[in-house]
């Protein structure tokens, strides 16, 4: 089958053939329709964080349908149309008995440590799939496990975003503009930055007030919107030293900054205003099993409308990394299969 792999670090994404895999005790095997490129798949190709043994297919997330069941899965047929929750946990330690399986300690996760969605099969526990309503289609599917469940945890889970609350999205690319959706979703009053108009445009679609931060003050959009109070919840999808310390000089007192990425190796937070105002940074990462089943849910429903840039090949994928590298995307890349 054809997969995108990692062959080497530092090297490019390139598409292998690769055998296809067996189901193993408890696994499903998952003919793959749709799966989502992430910035995340080009951090990993830079040997960042390691991937085990290469070759890795990566791609952790996607959808498709059940093709094959492994010993004593029960619950499952062939044919059943589902999407892939990311993390796979063992179910006994104390984070997934309390349902933060995000926090496993045992923890490997697909397109990972695992090999991932990026290829024409994958074979995962079954406890890691989740039925897709007849509403859902496979390409809107396959993005809800990293980008939009990832924002759902990190603004409903960790952020107790609500009613009337005053959120600030730094950066809308392909989770920031689910985070939009979430946010106004939960009845918060939303603005979302970005350098690009395009991205703005969308944002401002979602019901955010868009602020273009290339000619625009952040500061100043900030203290219109909250009479000068500052926001209840901003939320870091760049994850720079410059981003944090903004998103920290942005909160009212008691304020919380969640912090989805972590470009920077480390950051700097000011002393005093976090002491004065206590002010709390949250980390946040990926989402929880019940996280992304509420996703799958109110998408299915229509409440939530994952944001798709642009489909390319599972072929084509030099194409759909320069293009995501590019950052004029609005939206996520999907990858498809014929
Ligand atoms: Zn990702
Ligand atoms: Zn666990």
Redesign the pocket.
């Known amino acids: 089958m054809l997969a995108v792999v990692v062959a080497r670090y530092g090297g490019m994404l390139e598409v292998m053939d690769r055998p296809v895999p067996r189901p193993g005790a408890g696994e499903v095997l998952v003919r793959v329709r749709a799966s989502g490129l992430?910035s995340?798949d080009l951090h990993l190709l830079s040997g960042r964080m390691s991937l085990g043994n290469l070759p890795r297919i990566l791609g952790?997330?996607s959808a498709g349908e059940i093709v094959e069941l492994g010993e004593g899965v029960t619950g499952w047929n062939a044919g059943d149309r589902v999407t892939v929750a990311v993390d796979v946990v063992c179910g006994k330690c104390r984070h997934c008995l309390t349902g933060k399986t995000q926090r496993c300690t045992s923890m490997q996760r697909i397109g990972f440590e695992r090999d991932g969605g990026h290829a024409e099969y994958v074979a995962v526990p079954a406890a890691n799939v989740i039925g897709l309503p007849p509403t859902l289609a496979y390409d809107a599917a396959a993005i809800l496990p990293?980008a939009v469940a990832c924002m759902y945890h990190s603004l409903v889970g960790r952020g107790k975003v609500g009613i009337g609350q005053k959120v600030l999205i730094l950066g809308v690319g392909g989770l920031g503009i689910h985070g939009v959706q979430i946010a106004r979703l939960a009845g918060a009053d939303v603005i979302a930055t970005s350098r690009q108009p395009e991205r703005l445009k969308i944002a401002e679609q979602y019901g955010a007030i868009p602020l273009n931060t290339a000619t625009e003050s952040l500061k100043d959009g900030v203290h219109e919107l909250t009479r000068g109070e500052g926001m209840d919840l901003v939320v870091d999808n760049i994850g720079t030293r410059a981003s944090v310390r903004e998103g920290l000089s942005l909160l009212r007192p008691g304020g919380k900054l969640l912090v989805v990425a972590y470009l920077d190796d480390t950051f700097e937070v000011p002393s005093i205003p976090l002491f004065k105002t206590e002010l709390e940074i949250i980390g946040c990462r990926g989402s929880s099993r019940q996280d992304l089943e509420e996703v799958v849910r109110l998408t299915g429903s229509g409440k939530l409308r994952p944001v798709i840039g642009a489909h390319y090949p599972l072929e084509q994928i030099a194409a759909a990394v320069e293009r995501l590298e590019g950052g004029d995307l609005v939206g996520r890349i999907v990858l498809t299969r014929e």
């Open positions: 992430c995340t952790h997330e990293d």
